[in-house]
């Protein structure tokens, strides 16, 4: 289980780790339950996050508007071209509108069918 904030709202989501994550997770030394740390060993914020996310697209030369958000994004749209379904996706990513979610099923069932 863990927390995550989604549109400012706290959401517990029950997600199966696979073995290989479960073995790097059990190899972090460290005693917070963040799983995003600061070099010293802090809890990043998520502004600082953000931050490094946007970073990280600048040195890989990527377009400078990237975000956390683009990343659940591209999960949503990953899982649905795996073959969930739009409930399997919200009870990983915490959304609440299936509306949402049905547009991600859209544009990769469109794809498919084509």
């Given at each position: 289980?863990?927390?995550?904030?989604?549109?400012?709202?706290?959401?517990?989501?029950?997600?199966?780790?696979?073995?290989?994550?479960?073995?790097?997770?059990?190899?972090?030394?460290?005693?917070?339950?963040?799983?995003?740390?600061?070099?010293?060993?802090?809890?990043?914020?998520?502004?600082?996050?953000?931050?490094?996310?946007?970073?990280?697209?600048?040195?890989?030369?990527?377009?400078?508007?990237?975000s956390?958000?683009?990343?659940?994004?591209?999960?949503?749209?990953?899982?649905?071209?795996?073959?969930?379904?739009?409930?399997?996706?919200?009870?990983?990513?915490?959304?609440?509108n299936?509306?949402?979610?049905?547009?991600?099923?859209?544009?990769?069932?469109?794809k498919?069918?084509?």
């Amino acid at each position: 289980m863990i927390s995550t904030k989604k549109s400012q709202e706290l959401v517990d989501l029950n997600i199966p780790i696979q073995s290989d994550f479960r073995a790097v997770l059990e190899g972090i030394k460290h005693n917070h339950e963040s799983l995003i740390i600061t070099q010293l060993g802090e809890a990043r914020s998520e502004k600082s996050f953000t931050n490094g996310i946007i970073e990280a697209a600048k040195e890989a030369a990527l377009s400078p508007h990237r975000s956390p958000h683009g990343l659940r994004k591209a999960a949503c749209r990953r899982l649905a071209e795996a073959g969930c379904t739009a409930l399997e996706i919200m009870s990983i990513t915490g959304h609440s509108n299936i509306k949402e979610i049905e547009t991600y099923c859209a544009a990769v069932n469109e794809k498919r069918l084509a």
